[in-house]
């Protein structure tokens, strides 16, 4: 039943006006299901027809997964506040040549230091002392460390174990065990591995499904969506075309492609890219930017734009160019080109090239217009938000509630068995656990036994901090940290209400839901009892497992450390750890030289020598 999971709706039984409220809910969803039903049988069969390419894509092993180096770049340093620019994922730094051999030289010795427990644990100790070191820089400090020290992962994780075995008793001692790990949790070395595929499909559908229909390219909404605040409320007038492409120079083979008339030149362009360079990873595919798309109706072709002279004015407002704007037909022939930028195109034709900068300048200042639209005008949005928001009459908020919950219950439906196949390849302790996970839960079991006020509650929520909310929520938010593609924003609304889902089924939390809840929870109401046993399962059957020995451990430790290591920025990430050692440095000495153990090792000299030498200083040491 695919609306009785609303039927959970708790109301108090003390209202007799509130069971009524649930009883008119429960009614009303039921006839919406009644009604979505079969049009989501049809939804799926159309979704798993049109998919059944990309399902041999699958089987050809042709799944666009990152290298190792590009994907711990993403995970660790794309949300930085640097973004793609960041210096650990461009790998440039701004060292002088003259200088490049001692700072070399020097990092290497700082490397060496790191490798002292003393030095380290006495180094992260006096960052976490200081209020100015917020979480975000001990996410990316953790980074960091995680490559610089990526050859010893056997070395890093014993820190780790010590640090956590500081930081639960900690938490123990202030009687709110709880809380450990709500805000961070250790760095588990892990792949994707079997959920790859699982979650490859999920995005595809996912990004499949919102494009079946029309997507407002300004204010990033979609007809089918499963967030309601990413749902493009109007009803568009569309139909589908299918448009028959040739590639400028690519000989006369043609590619059929399926766009809306109500898509802009844009989108257009990018569905073209995505059917033409199919078999080719997102970076290595032409950008929109890049491309010219022709119509030729007929002798004469005609450039297609988004803006140009042609574009509607709606008083203050200009609407962007769709296909209907140009009347393309269906079967229409158009011409895709590679617009080529170099020196000696420009040299040649400088006055041609010229005039096209100009264009192009004019466009995108055209484009940046506030006052620029695709399908809705933002102020007929407000108008609508403003109505709503003062709406008395219940039978008009009924409808507008029926058409949102319609909507999302299809789009459900029909990408449900995607959502289940990831959840399941996920939570499936039969399959091949690694070993860290099995280790590190296990760690976690022993440690609970340890403490009189740790139950069992307690481990499932450290477990779940570690892992599932750490790592899969956001590999499950983020498909480009592990596949070469694009995520888009009509396709990361759907993404965040499904990795919601997956948060909620790993908390104990009884959530009472009723006609004010969050969609989203409601949307996946009834699977969440299904999917918290999913986690529960998991876990138990992790237990369950043979323990991986310290021994087998290590060995996995050194082999991930020595299949991967030398790919990674490691001199990056040293030189920027330094910046720390460098910001903190008079903290770092002291506490160095209130260690007994860093006394008899001089670490203090050592890294004052290194100090030296990276910040160019004279120095008589």
């Not at 009644?34 to 799926?44: A, I, L, M, Q, T």
């Not at 065990?177 to 499909?201: I, N």
């Not at 079946?212 to 605040?229: E, Q």
């Not at 237990?543 to 310290?550: A, E, G, I, L, P």
Request: hydrophobic share 35%; proline share 4%; net charge neutral.
């Amino acid at each position: 039943m695919l609306v009785s999971v609303f039927v959970s709706v708790h109301c108090s039984p003390h209202s007799q006006q509130a069971e009524r409220e649930y009883e008119k809910v429960k009614h009303q969803l039921e006839n919406l299901e009644e009604s979505v039903r079969d049009r989501c049988k049809k939804e799926f069969t159309d979704l798993m027809i049109e998919m059944e390419d990309h399902t041999n894509e699958l089987s050809e092993g042709r799944i666009p997964f990152l290298d190792y180096k590009t994907y711990t770049d993403r995970v660790f340093f794309l949300p930085s506040k640097d973004g793609a620019n960041d210096v650990m994922i461009t790998g440039k730094l701004d060292i002088p040549e003259a200088r490049k051999a001692i700072v070399g030289q020097a990092l290497n010795q700082f490397s060496n230091l790191l490798n002292s427990k003393t030095f380290l644990i006495n180094f992260i100790k006096t960052l976490e002392g200081r209020p100015d070191f917020n979480a975000r820089a001990k996410v990316y400090f953790a980074s960091l460390l995680t490559v610089a020290l990526h050859g010893k992962l056997e070395y890093y994780t014993d820190i780790m174990r010590t640090l956590l075995l500081e930081l639960m008793g900690n938490y123990v001692d202030s009687k709110n065990p709880k809380l450990m790990l709500r805000r961070s949790g250790p760095p588990l070395s892990l792949t994707v591995d079997s959920a790859g595929e699982p979650l490859y499909k999920l995005f595809r559908a996912i990004k499949h499904q919102t494009e079946k229909g029309p997507v407002d390219a300004r204010v990033k909404k979609a007809k089918y969506t499963l967030n309601d605040t990413g749902l493009l409320g109007d009803d568009v007038e569309y139909c589908v075309l299918t448009l028959q492409v040739l590639v400028h120079g690519e000989g006369p083979d043609v590619t059929p492609v399926k766009v809306l008339n109500c898509d802009t030149v844009s989108q257009v362009k990018e569905k073209i890219i995505e059917a033409v360079y199919r078999n080719l990873p997102y970076s290595q595919r032409p950008k929109v930017d890049s491309v010219s798309l022709e119509w030729r109706p007929g002798s004469t072709g005609q450039i297609l734009s988004d803006l140009d002279l042609t574009s509607q004015k709606e008083g203050r407002w200009r609407r962007i160019n769709t296909l209907a704007h140009y009347n393309v037909r269906d079967n229409a022939t158009l011409v895709l080109s590679i617009v080529l930028h170099t020196q000696q195109n420009y040299d040649q034709n400088q006055d041609n090239q010229e005039e096209s900068k100009n264009v192009l300048l004019k466009r995108n200042a055209l484009l940046e217009d506030d006052k620029v639209f695709h399908l809705v005008r933002p102020d007929e949005l407000d108008e609508m938000k403003s109505k709503r928001g003062s709406m008395k009459d219940k039978s008009m908020t009924k409808a507008i509630t029926e058409i949102y919950l319609t909507r999302l219950l299809s789009v459900k439906g029909t990408l449900q068995q995607f959502v289940d196949d990831f959840f399941r390849s996920v939570l499936c302790s039969g399959s091949v656990v690694p070993p860290a996970i099995k280790y590190f839960f296990d760690f976690l079991d022993e440690q609970a036994l340890k403490h009189d006020n740790v139950d069992e509650e307690t481990v499932h929520i450290w477990k779940t901090n570690s892992l599932p909310l750490r790592f899969w929520v956001n590999i499950l938010k983020n498909p480009h940290f592990t596949f070469d593609v694009h995520v888009t924003e009509v396709v990361d609304a759907s993404l965040s209400v499904i990795a919601q889902t997956f948060m909620d089924a790993c908390t104990k939390t009884e959530h009472k839901l009723s006609r004010d809840s969050p969609s989203n929870k409601l949307l996946y109401a009834k699977e969440i009892s299904t999917y918290k046993k999913m986690v529960d399962d998991y876990y138990k059957g992790i237990r369950q497992m043979v323990s991986v020995s310290d021994q087998d451990m290590n060995t996995h430790l050194a082999e991930v450390s020595r299949t991967h290591t030398d790919k990674l920025n490691t001199q990056v990430a040293l030189h920027q750890l330094y910046q720390y050692a460098s910001k903190y440095y008079d903290g770092i000495i002291q506490s160095l030289d209130e260690d007994p153990a860093a006394q008899s090792k001089q670490l203090t000299l050592r890294l004052q020598r290194i100090a030296a030498a990276l910040e160019n200083k004279v120095t008589d040491l």
